[in-house]
């Protein structure tokens, strides 16, 4: 990788990820980090409810056919239990959702990642009646930051795309672990060989690399016991 996380943030404390990804440079972690869109008027909604299009793009605004998943969650972060894949045309949907806020992730692994200044996931709003275009700005490319996401939601810590709340995470030594505030509330990720990161609000991370082997429990310490996790560090 050519950057050793933990050096970034000495002492530890949550930096945004547009703030890491801008310290590492372009040629480090920079993958960490429109299309017009047609008339759907022959589409009619269930009452409060709307519907999301979207489609993945290239930074120079070319749709990107067939490229990555896209899992959809509420704006605590909580998955939606709803996923979606881009066609031909780079399109993407969601129909029918209840009108609010949400937030979609894109995960293309070895393939393409959103970079800087582009936050991921992406966070939008549904109005009811009405269809809410989503743009995706991706950057082609076989990143390897050998990286595991852990998103701290509303009374959970998950790993993505495809962990349990609250679940054990299992990595090797050397990887990289990203605890990512996706809440509008503020928390932590307090225990382990880390300590204390100090309080995280919407969209800071916390980086640091697994460097000691062990299980580690782990708590928020505004809302435990409920939201805590288990890091297993593998030889």
């Known amino acids: 990788m050519g950057v050793r996380l933990h050096q970034l943030i000495v002492p530890p404390v949550p930096v945004s990820r ?46 990107q056919a ?30 029918a959702l209840t009108a609010g806020r949400y937030q979609v992730r894109f995960d293309a692994p070895g393939l393409a990642a959103i970079p800087y200044p582009f936050e991921n996931p992406v966070r939008f709003t549904v109005t009811a009646g009405a269809e809410t275009f989503v743009p995706v700005r991706v950057q082609r490319g076989g990143f390897t930051q050998n990286l595991v996401e852990i998103y701290v939601g509303d009374g959970f810590f998950q790993e993505q795309p495809d962990g349990k709340e609250n679940g054990e995470v299992v990595v090797k030594v050397g990887t990289n672990i990203c605890w990512y505030n996706v809440d ?33 429990a782990y708590r928020c310490k505004y809302h435990q016991p409920h939201e805590q996790g288990v890091l297993r560090v593998l030889p």
């Open 18 to 63: 547009r703030a890491f990804v801008a310290a590492c440079g372009s040629a480090g972690l920079t993958a960490l980090v429109a299309a017009c869109r047609g008339g759907r008027g022959d589409i009619t909604l269930p009452a409060g409810k709307g519907t999301v299009s979207g489609q993945v793009m290239d930074l120079q605004g070319n749709p």
């Open 66 to 95: 067939n490229l990555g998943a896209f899992t959809l969650m509420y704006n605590s972060g909580h998955h939606v239990g709803m996923r979606a894949t881009a066609d031909a045309n780079g399109r993407f949907s969601f129909p």
């Open 184 to 216: 509008e509330k503020v928390h932590t990720v307090t225990g382990g060989p880390w300590g204390d990161t100090g309080d995280m609000i919407e969209s800071q991370a916390y980086f640091w690399t697994a460097t000691t082997p062990g299980t580690f």
